[in-house]
C-alpha cells in the first residue's frame, strides 16, 4: 500500500523504491509512531473530525499493531515504504476504512518530526542515564585513592604531582557539562510538531497544546513552516554526542598510556581486554581503543547532517530523510560505549607504587621557585634560577634535590638548608588548597559537590 | 624576552620559533588578558603576595600597555611569542623588576583559558544582538507581508498556500533557537579558570571565588586539571555557529530561488547585489551566495577543533593553541555576515504580483480532500480520489477547477456545485488558525510573541 | 571459540564482548577472506611449512565454507568475534587440527588488511561500472538535445544562452575525473600487506612477490610496520567518493530547480518520483533529494576516518577496526544512488519551449558589448555603455531590442542599425566555437570525446 | 574601479563591499593573475583582436604591475574588490584606455580559476620538495640506526622487537603515497580554464591550446560550464594535505611519547622544545605537538570546501569565493609544518640504552609459538600453550626466560633445552626477512629503495 497513488499513472522504479524506503531503519520508530498516533486519534475525536467509537477503534487497532511489533511478529510487506505507511497499512486490515480517518490533516512531514523528537527524548534520558553511571564509577574510584600521588602532565612531560582522584575527578566534570547540554537539548526537544501539517498548519481546529500535553511536550512549536524540516535538536544531539565522544577519546587516550609497559600505572581488567590471534602473550586494552576510535563516527555523524542540512530550500525535502541513521548510530554508539568505559573504570586497577615510584624530584621545581618567591624574590626571576638549578643537576646526572646548599645558594643567596624541605610530594599537594586544586581536602570537596549532583540526578 | 628561558642551553630554531609563535593571532586578546592580570593583581595583592604599592604600580602600568594597544602604538618584539609574553614584557619595561610579581602562581595555561573566556563572552553578546537585529528585520517585513499570499512548497514543488509573513517568520523561530544555544553556551563559558595554575592548583591561598566576581564569572571552576583543558566552550561556540550559518545558508538558497528570473517573486537591492566584468546585464545576489557559501568554513572551524581535541592527553597540551584561529574566523564571518543579511532582509523588494499569480489552482487539492473528508469520506479515501482528479485535469490540460461538476462527480457522489467555493486562497490560509499555522489570525499571534521576545532581548 | 584466550584467566565482559565484536559487519567480507586463505595455504606448502596434502584439505575446507556463506546457510556462533575468528573455527569444525596451521606467522592485522583491499578492488570497480553507466545516460540525452536552447546561468541568474547538451556534458566531466580518481585509488589499492604479521614482518621464509601475484595485486607493501596500520586507501576511496557525492548534488540540485512549476524545464519520470501522503496533486522529485542528501553522510564518513585516524599511535591499534562500516556505508550508498540517478537522466523529460519561451534579450548583452568592442570600443567601455542601455530598457520596462537605433546611438556613435542581428540566440551560441565552448560543433567534438572514453572503458 | 557599474543605479552598501571583498586574500595570486593576462594578451594579438603594439603595452604596463606588487608598493585602493579589479585599474593608470581592451572575452570566472591553478601548481611543487626533506630527515636518521632494537608496540603493548630504523622507515612510505597523490592532483590541476568566459565559452576564436602551452597546462578544459565552477583540484588538494596532516599527526603522537619521562626513548631537541611559563624545569616538544594540533585545522578546511561545494547549482556562484582561504591556510600550514618536523626528526636524539632496556622477554612469545610449530604442533596449539606460560611466569612474578624446562615441558612435551635460544633479540628480528620485514638485511634494501626514490625526485 502507498498513500500517495492517486495522480501516477506510472509504478515506482524498483531500484527507486528500495532506495526511497526508509522502512529499514524507521521501523525503530514504531513506538514513538503509534504513541502519536493514538494522541492524534484522540485529538481528532475532541475536535469532532471522528466519532468517539471511532477513535476507540482505532486506539484498539493501534495497540494491536504496537503488540505485535514488540513481540517481533509484525510483518514488513512490499509497499510498507516507511513506519508510518506500515502502521497505518496493518491499521486498516485490522480495523477496516476507519483507519483512512486517522490521516486527516496530519501529514508525514509533522509525523515523522513528532516521531523522532519522542524518539529522542527517550535516548537522552537513557545517555543521561549511562552518563550519569561512568560519573558514579569515576566518583567511587576517585574515593578510594585520596592518598594516591601520581605525576600529573602538561604536554605529557611531568609538570607537577597531582592525586589521582583529582585526574579522576576531572572528567567526572566533562561528563556533567556533557549532562547540562544534553539538559538543554531535551529542553528545545521538548516541543510538539503534530498539527503543522504538510507545512502550511491544521485547518481542522484541533487543540495542539492539548496534544503537546497528552504526549508529554512542554509546548508546541510557533511556525508551521519551520516544524517539519527543522532538525536542530538532532544536529545538537549529534554535536553532544560528539562532545561526550571527545572526552571519552581523552580518557582513553589517557589509560592506554598508563596501562603502557612504560608507564604502568594502571591495568586495565581482563573482562575488557583482548589477546592477539598471533602474539601469545599480548593483552590489549581494545576496549578503550575502540571507544577512542569511535569519537571518529559521532563527529562523522555530526557532520553528515550538517551537510545535509546547509543550502536546503525551506520546509519539507527529502534529503531530510537522512537525518535518522546518523541519529541512530550516535545514540547506539553511546549506549554501548558509555557503559564499557563505565566497566573498565569501575574494574580498573592501580599500581601505586610505581606511579610513586615514578615521580622526579624536577616535578617540584615550581616549588622551589615559590621558596624563593616567598624569600621576596620575584617569580619570574625566581622561574630563571631554578631552571638554571635544574640544567645543572641534569648536566651532573643528579637528582635536583642532591644539590648541595652551596650548588643552591650560588644562583641566589635566599636559599637556605630549609630548602630540602621542599622536596616533600605530599605537601606539594597539600598546598594547593584552592578550590578546584589537588589538596586532599578540595578533592574531597568536588567529592562531595560530585555526590550531591549524582544523588539529585537519580531523583529526577 | 622569554617567560621560560632557564633550563635552555640552545635558542629555539628559527623556523621553530615562527611555528610556536601565536601572538599573530591572540594580539587580539590584549584587553582581556590586560583585564584578567589587573583582577590578578588585586588578587595577590588582598592574598598578601604583593603589597598595595605593587599592586599599584602593576595596574597602572599595566593601564599604560592597554592604552598602548588601544592606540595601536603598541610594538611587538621579537620574542613576544604570545599576547602573555608581550604584556609582560613590556610591562616589565615600564615597572621595571616588580612586574615579575605578577605571574606568582599563574600560569599561562590558566592565563589563556581566562582571556579566551572573557573574549568569548564579549562575542557571543557581539553575535547576539546581530542575531537580534536580523531577527528585528524579519519581523519589519512579515508585519508589511500579512496579506501577501505565495505558495508555499514542500520538495520544491508547490504544496499549499501561505502567507510570505509565515515564510518570514520561519527564519525568526531558527533564530530563537540559535539565541537560546548562544545563551547556554555563555552560561557555560562564564566559569572562571583562573587560579588552576598549570594544571595542580593555586598553592598560595587566592580567593578565586572573589576573583570570579571582580572579573564577571558566575562560578570558579571545579578541577584545575579539567579546567586548562577545557576548551568545550569554545567547540560549543562553533558548533552554534554552525547551525547559525545552516539557517543562514537556508535563508540564502530560498531567496536566491527567489530572486531568479523564472521564480521572480523578489528582488534583492542593488546595494547588496554585484555585476559581471564581462556580462553587463548582470545583477547577482553576491550577498546570499557568500552567505551561503560561508557556511562551509563555520562546520570546518567546528570540525578542525573537534579533531584537535580528539584523543589528546589530559591537561594542556600545545594543540590547543589551535584553539583560537577557528573561534575568532567563526567570530569574525558571523559578525559580518548577520548584518549583511539583515541588510538584505530589510531592503528586500517583493513582488506581490508575480507570487499571487503564481498560484496554481492544484496547490488547493489538500482543500478539495478536506471537502470530501468533511462529507465522511475517509481522507485516505479523499486522497485518493482527488489525485485521479488532479491527473484527469491534468490530462486535458486544464485547471482543476475547470473540471466539471460532472468531471468531480464521476469520482464521488459526495461532490456537488459547492465545490469551486475551495477553489479560494485566501480561505484556504485563513482556514490553518491552529497554533503555528498560516492563518493571518495565527501569524499575528507569532508576531506578537516575537516582538515579546524581542522586547525583553534589548531590556539585556 | 576465541583466537587468543591462552593468558586469560577472566572471561571477557558480556557487553564488551558486543562491543569488540566486528562480526556484525565484517561478514561480508567472508569471500576476500577465504580467497587470501586460500592462497595463504598455498604460500604455507611452497615455503615448506605444511605439506600439499595439508594445503589441500584446507583448501577444501575453505572450499565448503564458502559455500556456506554463498549458500547463506554459515552459522555465526558466540565467539565468533570477527570474519577470521568464523572462518577458522568452522574450518577447524570441518578439517581438525590443521585448521591450527593456517594461522601460521599470520596476523589478523595483515589479514584484515589484505580481505579490505580485495574488498575494496572489487568495490572500486563496480562503482566505476555504475559511473561509466551514468556517463553513459548523460551523453545518450546530450546526443538528442544538440539543439536545444536554454539560459545559462551564474549565480543563478540569466546570463548566456547555452546548448542543453552541453550543460548536460558539463556533468559528463566530473564524473570523469572521479573515474580517474578512483583509477589511482585502485593503484594504491592493489599492493598486498599479508606477510606483514602482526607488525615485524615475516620470518617463515614466505614469498609475497608470489602472493602477490595469486592474489592479483600488482606489488607487496615495503614495511610491515606501515603496512598493517595503513587505511590511506580507505581514505582515499572515501573521499573520492565524497566529491563524487558533490557532483551527484549539484546535478541534482540543477534538476530539482529545473522540474519545479516556476521553472518547468524538466520533468523527473513518474518511476523515479513520488507522492505526499497529506496532499494529492504532488508529484516529488525525492529521487533527485535523496541523492542530494546523501552527499552529507558521504562526507561523514570520510570526516569520521580521519578523525579516528588522526594522532594514533604507530602501527595497529583497536581505533582501526572503525574503519569497515564507513567504508561499506560509502560503496552502499554509491551503489544504489549512482544507477537511480542514471535512472532519472535516461527517462527525464525535457520541455524544449519552455526553455526557449525562458530566454530574454538581456542575456544577449555580452554579445552586444561585442558587436561594440569588434567596432574597436575598448571592452571596459563597451561594457559600461552595454550596462546603461539594460538599465535604460528596464525602466521603460521593454526588451533591449525593442529600444530604437537612437538609444544605442545616444550611448555611442558605433551602433548602427545591424545591433539588432546581435539579437539571435543560436548566433550567440554558434559563435562560441572555440574548444569547450557551447556552440553545437564544439559540443560535438566533447561528445565524441566522451564516447570515445567510455568505449575504451569498456573494453577494460 | 569597478568592473561591472554599468547598469546599476545605486552605490553599494560599505558593510558589503567589505562582505564581498577577496582582495584581502587573493592579493597573493598577482603573480598568477598578471602571468595569465600577460598570456592573454598575446592570445589576444594572435587572434587578430589587438595589435602587436596594444599587446606590447599591455605586456609592459603589466611588468611594471607586477614589480610594484613584489617590491610591496602596490597600494590597494578602495573598490579593488579583487585581484583582477586592483591589476586591471593600475594597469588603467599606467597604459590608459587600451587596458580596457584586456578583458575582452574573458571573465573573472575563468580568470580566477586559472589563477588558482597556477598557483596551486607552485605549491603543490613546493609541498612535494618539503615532503621529500622530511623523507630524507627520515631516512638519514634510519641509515644510523640499523642495529638500533626497540620494542615494536600493536594497541601501545609490546608486540614484537624491531628495528628503530625500520619504525622510522614506515613515515617514509606514508609521505611518499603522499607525494604520489600530489602527482595525480598536479595532473589534474594542470588543465587550463581560459577561454571559457564566464560560462559559454569562447567567441573570438583563441588559440586556448596555444594559451595552455605558453602557461605551462598540460591540456584545455573540455567543457565552459564545467571549468567555471570546478574546484576539485583544490578539494583533492585539501584531502592530500589532511591525509599528509594525519600522517604528521601520528609520527608526532609516537615521538610525544618516546620523549616522556617513562617511555625516555628519544629526546626533542631544545631548539624544537618550549618551557612553561610557570614550571622551571619543563622541556616540552611543542613542536609536535602543534604539528599534531594542525592536523585538525586540515581536516576542517577539507571539509569547509566539501560543504560550501554541496548542491550549488551549476556554473559559477559567489559561494565558490570561499574556495581560496581554505586553500591557502592548508598550504601554509604544511610549508610550515613539514621543515619544522623535518628539523625535529633531523636533530632527534636516540637513547639506545633506554630502548634495548625495555625490551621483556614477553616480546618474543611469538618466537616461542614458532619454535614449537617448527617442532610439529599446530600454530593455533602452540599460541595457546604459550599464552600460558606467559600467565605462569606473570604468576610467578618472573620473566619468561626465568621459567624451568621442566616449566615448558609441562605445557608440551616438545620443548627441549634449546628453548632458551629463543630469547635473543636480535635473533628474532633478523629472522624477519621477507620482503618489507623488520630484518636488519630487509630493512637495508627498503633504504636503498627510498633513496632511489629520493634521487629520481630530485632530478626533477
Redesign the interface.
Given at each position: 500500500m502507498?498513500?500517495?497513488?492517486?495522480?501516477?499513472?506510472?509504478?515506482?522504479?524498483e531500484?527507486?523504491e528500495?532506495?526511497?524506503a526508509s522502512i529499514g531503519f524507521d521501523r525503530r520508530l514504531y513506538n514513538a509512531d503509534i504513541t502519536g498516533s493514538v494522541a492524534y486519534a484522540k485529538a481528532l475525536a475532541y475536535a469532532g473530525?471522528i466519532t468517539e467509537a471511532e477513535r476507540d477503534t482505532l486506539i484498539d487497532g493501534l495497540a494491536q499493531v504496537r503488540e505485535e511489533f514488540a513481540a517481533g511478529t509484525f510483518e514488513i510487506k512490499a509497499g510498507d515504504?516507511d513506519i508510518?505507511?506500515a502502521v497505518?497499512r496493518r491499521l486498516?486490515e485490522i480495523v477496516g476504512?476507519?483507519?483512512?480517518?486517522?490521516?486527516?490533516?496530519?501529514?508525514?512531514?509533522d509525523q515523522v518530526a513528532t516521531d523522532v523528537r519522542l524518539f529522542l527524548l527517550d535516548a537522552i534520558a537513557e545517555v543521561n542515564g549511562h552518563l550519569r553511571n561512568l560519573q558514579a564509577a569515576i566518583v567511587a574510584q576517585a574515593e578510594s585513592h585520596l592518598d594516591t600521588l601520581m605525576?600529573?602532565?602538561?604536554?605529557?612531560?611531568?609538570?607537577?604531582?597531582?592525586l589521582l582522584s583529582?585526574?579522576l575527578?576531572?572528567?567526572?566534570?566533562?561528563l556533567q557539562?556533557d549532562r547540562?547540554?544534553l539538559d538543554?537539548c531535551a529542553e528545545?526537544t521538548a516541543v510538539l510538531p503534530l498539527?503543522?501539517?504538510?507545512?502550511?498548519?491544521?485547518?481542522?481546529?484541533?487543540?495542539?497544546?492539548r496534544l503537546a500535553e497528552e504526549l508529554g511536550f512542554r509546548d508546541?512549536?510557533?511556525?508551521?513552516?519551520?516544524?517539519?524540516s527543522?532538525r536542530?535538536f538532532i544536529?545538537?544531539f549529534l554535536?553532544s554526542a560528539?562532545?561526550i565522544?571527545?572526552h571519552i577519546?581523552?580518557l582513553?587516550?589517557?589509560l592506554?598510556?598508563f596501562?603502557?609497559?612504560?608507564?604502568g600505572f594502571v591495568q586495565v581488567?581482563?573482562?575488557?581486554?583482548?589477546?592477539?590471534?598471533?602474539?601469545?602473550?599480548?593483552?590489549?586494552?581494545?576496549?578503550l581503543?575502540?571507544a577512542?576510535?569511535?569519537?571518529?563516527?559521532?563527529?562523522?555523524?555530526?557532520?553528515?547532517?550538517?551537510?545535509?542540512?546547509?543550502?536546503?530550500?525551506?520546509?519539507?525535502?527529502?534529503?531530510?530523510?537522512?537525518d535518522k541513521?546518523?541519529l541512530f548510530d550516535s545514540v547506539d554508539t553511546l549506549v554501548?560505549?558509555l557503559?564499557?568505559v563505565a566497566?573498565v573504570v569501575r574494574t580498573l586497577r592501580v599500581n601505586k607504587t610505581r606511579m610513586a615510584h615514578?615521580l622526579?624530584d624536577?616535578?617540584l621545581?615550581?616549588?622551589?621557585?615559590?621558596y624563593l618567591?616567598r624569600r621576596g624574590v620575584?617569580?619570574?626571576?625566581a622561574?630563571?634560577?631554578?631552571?638554571?638549578?635544574?640544567?645543572k643537576a641534569?648536566a651532573s646526572c643528579i637528582a635536583?634535590s642532591q644539590l648541595a646548599v652551596k650548588d643552591f645558594q650560588a644562583e641566589h643567596a635566599a636559599f637556605d638548608s630549609d630548602v630540602y624541605e621542599v622536596f616533600d610530594f605530599v605537601r606539594?599537594?597539600e598546598?594547593?588548597?584552592?578550590?578546584?586544586?589537588?589538596?586532599p581536602a578540595?578533592v574531597k570537596t568536588?567529592i562531595a559537590?560530585a555526590q550531591a549532583l549524582l544523588n539529585a540526578a537519580s531523583d529526577d
Open positions: 502507498k498513500l500517495w497513488g492517486g495522480r501516477f499513472e506510472k509504478s515506482t522504479d531500484l527507486m528500495q532506495f526511497n473530525l515504504e508510518h505507511t497505518e486498516h476504512d476507519v483507519a483512512g480517518k486517522l490521516h486527516t490533516g496530519r501529514s508525514r512531514n605525576p600529573g602532565y602538561t604536554h605529557l612531560q611531568q609538570a607537577q604531582p597531582v583529582h585526574w575527578m576531572s572528567y567526572f566534570w566533562m557539562r547540562e547540554r538543554g528545545r498539527g503543522a501539517g504538510a507545512l502550511a498548519g491544521n485547518a481542522l481546529g484541533l487543540d495542539r497544546a508546541v512549536t510557533p511556525n508551521s513552516i519551520d516544524t517539519v527543522d536542530d544536529a545538537e554535536f560528539s562532545l565522544g571527545v577519546s581523552r582513553a587516550e589517557d592506554v598510556l596501562s603502557t609497559d612504560e608507564f581488567d581482563e573482562a575488557y581486554a583482548t589477546g592477539s590471534s598471533l602474539m601469545p602473550q599480548k593483552m590489549n586494552p581494545d576496549s581503543e575502540l577512542r576510535g569511535k569519537t571518529g563516527r559521532l563527529i562523522g555523524n555530526l557532520v553528515g547532517l550538517l551537510t545535509t542540512l546547509k543550502g536546503l530550500p525551506s520546509t519539507y525535502n527529502k534529503d531530510l530523510q537522512e541513521e546518523p554501548i560505549t557503559p564499557v566497566g615514578d622526579s624536577a616535578i621545581a615550581t616549588d622551589l621557585a615559590d618567591m620575584p617569580f619570574r626571576q622561574h630563571g634560577i631554578i631552571g638554571r638549578l635544574v640544567r641534569n635536583l606539594s599537594v598546598a594547593k588548597d584552592a578550590v578546584g586544586g589537588t589538596a578540595a568536588q559537590e
